[in-house]
């Protein structure tokens, strides 16, 4: 093997160097994960751990290394146990990032806008409307691709059409089905009172009630774009990749979604973002 350069007793050399590069972007994809949650403390945490049992078993502190060496092999089931979200959001965004998914996919893709997008969107935004003037609270759940039968399965199965008259009876004040979400999948709704995951992350605004959270959080674990209104003030977000949306109107929700369901939205929601400040922009600049 040939060495580029020598530290002390350590040879350097080009694999050495690849290792390093690819242990740093690891790290730093598992960092933005966690952020911003209490993960991230657990998770510097057993860094340090390792830390100090690598110069423990390079000081040949044998009692010491064994002791760790052992709660070192545990650590990883703990691990597993511990970043199960975790690892399950990093998991998901590789397979979102990958481009065997953008490529070979493709055309089942193409297939898929014949028939996600089959109910009347309009439907869903009039409902919004009157969601938001009389400041009901909603959670709406679009799935492209999956049915989320775990999900779906914590609240009452439906499988009807989308329609205004019964999103709105869905999230009457009075209705035994209003406090939970809604899924739709393959243009129906598929079940109502669905209870949803509770996003963790502490730089989410404090303003933020519980299905906003809970629009985040299940937008964090699984591939979906979630829709909250707040019973409080009538805000609405759209969660997506565990990033939100606020401050939008009707038109650009209605946009939003259907860009999702075709799989035609932007590469990332930092792209939408973007979007959203050009389009105020150009809209300021109309009224001026």
């Known amino acids: 093997m040939i060495f580029l350069f020598k530290i002390g007793f350590l040879e350097v050399s080009w694999v050495d160097l690849i290792d390093i590069a690819l242990v740093s972007v690891l790290l730093y994809q598992i960092y933005k994960l966690i952020r911003g949650s209490i993960a991230v403390n657990i998770f510097l945490g057993i860094l340090a751990l390792y830390l100090v ?3 423990v078993r390079a000081a040949q502190m044998e009692l010491l290394s ?6 070192m092999g ?14 399950r959001k990093f998991l998901l965004v590789i397979g979102r990032s990958t481009e065997f998914r953008e490529n070979i996919f493709k055309t089942v893709a193409n297939w898929r806008h ?3 997008d089959d109910f009347d969107i309009l439907q869903v935004v009039e409902a919004v409307k009157t969601l938001k003037a009389t400041k009901t609270g909603a959670l709406i759940v679009f799935s492209r691709d999956t049915e989320l039968k775990f999900y779906a399965q914590t609240g009452d199965a439906l499988d009807s059409e989308v329609n205004k008259r019964l999103l709105i009876s869905i999230f009457n004040k009075n209705s035994p089905l209003h406090d ?7 243009g129906r709704i598929r079940a109502a009172r669905c209870v949803l995951p509770v996003s963790e992350n502490d730089h989410l605004p404090p303003n933020f009630g519980l299905r906003h959270r809970a629009a985040v959080g299940m937008s964090e674990s699984t591939d979906t774009l979630v829709l909250a209104i707040s019973e409080e003030t009538g805000r609405l977000i759209l969660a997506r990749n565990g990033k939100y949306l606020r401050a939008l109107k009707l038109k650009q929700v209605e946009q939003k979604v259907l860009e999702y369901l075709r799989n035609d939205e932007p590469g990332n929601w930092e792209e939408m973002k973007e979007e959203e400040e050009h389009e105020s922009t150009e809209t300021s600049t109309t009224k001026a």
Do not use: N, R, S, W
Request: net charge neutral.
């Open 53 to 55: 049992y690598l110069i």
């Open 114 to 116: 014949q028939y996600h």
């Open 74 to 87: 545990v650590g990883v089931l703990a691990m597993i146990i511990l970043f199960q979200p975790e690892i």
């Open 180 to 186: 939970g979400a809604v899924i739709i999948h393959k």
């Open 66 to 71: 064994t002791i760790l060496g052992q709660f």
